[in-house]
């Protein structure tokens, strides 16, 4: 296919055009450096130059206090997962645990990893409910001694988001606690406004909003980061990686480089979270009003008060309508809308880069095929 097409993957995703012409621009000679951004060697001023800027538009648009280490990790979030017992819970509390809230096939993949070290504790499960809905945060079962309370602000695979972040409704219903609160972002990082102050960690796989596969973000308070101890693996010690600043092993430097430059356009182009949380709203609502209008043909997976505004999730009467749409609308420029292979059915995600001229092509697109469905 020689034309561009609009990209609903759920990731590796939809970057932002101007992005990917830079890039363009940029493979063979960087800056002034005579080589590929390929070929450049991680502790040059130039790649160390772009990681600053990297980090300090991220301290910018998210207004990250001092109080928290902000570097990239080689891996994806299966990695955090794997890590996440062995830094925070102590070895010298043996019974202690994290508290994991599963609202999807993600936060369930969390609560496994921790589990096999001996260290999950499931505050809560959606799995019998179909992983549809949320829960009402007074039915917790949270532990009085967890080292840390785990969630997954949006479930990629089932399309469920909390509304806004975990902590402040915990506050409202007065069970919160010292504990800290670390949050999968990956797949709504950077999509609409949240207060960091309310996290204790924070990471995401850059794959969605940020840039390409292979390295994860991490925000996390240097006090919890220092609960890591220095018996267990180095590279498995985020406190490492913290403080070697993002450099304890060569750092994905072309990842790196496109997320800055991710950043540089989110500036540019939106330049704050309220609006591009507006933008990200109005784009899900299109799809959303095109699904409704239709309700005989296309049946929504998630509960109305926690449909995610990344992720679309939805199906048909029966799979072999299902085939035939992702064909027609392959054909139609309007690619990779395959739910994933674990549930079937179909999903639109509509990261930031995805422009409102896509959102607008799949509702017409939808009503048309429904239009058709309904009159064979």
């Known amino acids: 296919m020689s034309r561009r097409v609009f990209n609903f993957s759920a990731g590796p995703s939809v970057l932002p055009l101007p ?25 040059t001023a130039a790649f160390t130059n772009v990681l600053a800027e990297a980090i300090e538009r991220l301290r910018r648009i998210l207004k990250i206090s001092d109080e928290y280490e902000v570097f990239f990790v080689q891996g994806g979030g299966r990695f955090i997962f794997s890590v996440l017992p062995m830094n925070f819970c102590l ?67 089932e399309g469920v988001q909390f509304q806004g972040d975990l902590k402040s409704q915990l506050v409202k219903s007065q069970l919160v606690k010292s504990v800290p609160v670390i949050c999968d972002m990956s797949s709504d990082f950077l999509s609409r406004p949240i207060d960091i102050q309310n996290y204790d960690m924070v990471y995401a796989c850059i794959q969605k909003n940020l840039g390409p596969a292979g390295a994860t973000l991490v925000i996390a308070k240097r006090e919890l980061l220092n609960r890591s101890q220095d018996r267990m693996p180095g590279y498995c010690n985020l406190r490492n990686h913290a403080a070697a600043k993002s450099m304890y092993n060569t750092p994905p430097t072309f990842c790196i480089y496109v997320a ?32 409704a209008k239709d309700s005989d043909v296309y049946q929504l ?27 027609e609308s392959e054909a139609a420029g309007l690619a990779f809308l395959a739910g994933h292979r674990s549930v079937g059915g179909i999903r639109a995600s509509l990261y930031n880069a995805m422009p409102m001229e896509g959102a607008e092509a799949l509702a017409g697109f939808l009503a048309e095929f429904a239009y058709r469905a309904q009159n064979v």
């Not at 939106?270 to 609006?275: I, M």
């Not at 509960?303 to 085939?323: H, I, W």
Request: charged residues 25%; glycine residues 8%.
């Open 19 to 43: 992005v990917l012409e830079r890039i363009s621009e940029e493979m063979t000679c960087f800056s002034d450096t005579g080589v590929s951004i390929l070929e450049l060697g991680h502790r």
């Open 91 to 157: 070895t010298d509390q043996p019974s202690q645990v994290g508290d994991y809230l599963v609202s999807g096939t993600w936060g369930a993949s969390a609560l496994a990893e921790a589990s096999n070290a001996g260290r999950g504790h499931c505050v809560w499960d959606g799995a019998t409910l179909g992983y549809k809905c949320l829960p009402d945060v007074k039915t917790l079962l949270l532990s009085p001694d967890a080292a840390y309370l785990h969630y997954t602000s949006n479930e990629t695979i």
């Open 260 to 291: 800055n430059l991710v950043l540089q356009w989110f500036e540019e182009v939106f330049g704050d979270l309220e609006t591009i949380g507006e933008f990200n709203r109005k784009k899900s609502q299109l799809i959303y009003d095109a699904i």
């Open 301 to 327: 997976h998630a509960q109305e008060d926690c449909r995610s505004q990344m992720n679309v999730t939805f199906r048909l009467p029966d799979t072999e309508t299902e085939k035939r749409l992702l064909v």
